[in-house]
């Protein structure tokens, strides 16, 4: 029970907690303006009334709302990146869908405010949206450090033990926090970041060097191994094309390079090649990469016949998955096709005339369960039977469409904080973990820009990776878990 309440600490919206014996000493740490998170959460009601994927069979609207949502976008990050200077006021129309039926209501919307709380409510207010979540936020609030200890005294420590609740236990181990786990490793981050220096200094020239003289278009490591053996890779792929500069220019010119875990061409059409091949590996695969080109050219064909099959709806290639082999992804669309294609009298029972282009389906496995996923994806295995896979979309499609919009929400919201962390900390660069939502990576770091004076000196230099778990590797990449602790 004691652990569950160190746990939700961090829910708490304090920054940090300073303990002592027999008190509790709380540490405040308030802002004036809305954050990027409490911006994000007021306007979802908003971005769910308005979202252009909700004005499929209407295109007029659609385009209407869709223009004026980027202007809406880039006027909240303007106030957010402190450019009030610069701004000037914008009239913004939006169509409303009526809950009851088919009509739209035009609502127009002045922007002449520079205050971020202000731009949040005129919007919400111009489509007769509640106030509520605003309502909690304070107007204005100062910056405050003090002692809680008579409103807020939860636990007291007393001779090495502790008190909760008029009972005695054991005192729990220190809180990992994220300033304590830094400082802790300090010594060892900076000596990681400056040896790995020079070797980031030799990879950047060996990426140069293909891509002036080769004419590949980029060079990429997608690996879990460090910058050893990406140096390594590169060495050894350099001292072939100067074996044969003119052959391997035809062959890899133009193309994506990629060294990861095997060797072949993944679904987007780039040259993988694995970390652990050898160099005979790769040239087996570079000799025949051009006929691996007429089934890059059918897969979207493929991707279209299918989203046909089941009335538009969208065929994503996602991201995260493009170590699947561009042979294997083929396999995986036919053997769906083929499903799908004797079972078009089943499509019109379930789905009927029903438009599903705002919808999303993802083929990337032989065999699982039917899943809709945190992004808004239907993940169907191809094994699952046509029957079964039909009545999975038509029950979940008002879910997934909802998790679509959201992950799109929280998406532009968390680019728009990342520019900020970008700036404002000392990191090289960040990345995320494909296990974080975009909303939780959001989170994560507005409190780093909530903590920025605390923590920059922390982070000189270091590439940082927020994930679920603390870490440091040796190429002095920094490892953070995304609800990390304060104090």
Known sequence: MMYNIHENLADINANSVVQKRGTVFWTYSCRRHLNSTQTATALRPFYFAVHPDLFGKFPKERAVNDKSLKHLHEYVSSIQANQRISLQPVELNFYLRSPVSRNFKRIRINLKSKDIRQTVVSVLQACGLPLDYVNTLPKQENYSTGERANSVNWYQYEEGELRYGGEWRPKPPPLRTLIRWLKENEERLRTYCEASRQTQEEIDALCERLVSRVGVESVRWENIWGNSHYIACLRTFNNLCDAQLARMRNTVGGRHLVFGNHTGINLHGEVVLGSEDVATD????????QAYDPMIERLPKMEQELSGLLNDIKIMRRHHRKFLMAQTYEVLLNRMLNSLRRSQQTVSQVLGAQDLSNL??????????????????????VSVPANMMLKFIAENKEQAATFLIDAKYHTFYMNQTLDQCRQSLNVSQISRDEAVTPKQMTECCQRLLDNRREINH??????????????????????????????
């Open 458 to 487: 922390l982070f000189q230099g270091t590439k940082l990776k927020v994930s679920t778990y603390y870490t440091l590797m040796k190429d002095g990449e920094l490892t953070i878990p995304w609800n990390w602790l304060g104090g």
């Open 282 to 289: 790769w040239m087996m695969l570079l000799r025949s990469i």
């Open 360 to 381: 999303v389906l993802v083929v990337e496995c032989e065999s699982g369960p039917l899943a809709v996923s945190n992004g808004g994806e239907f993940l169907i295995p």
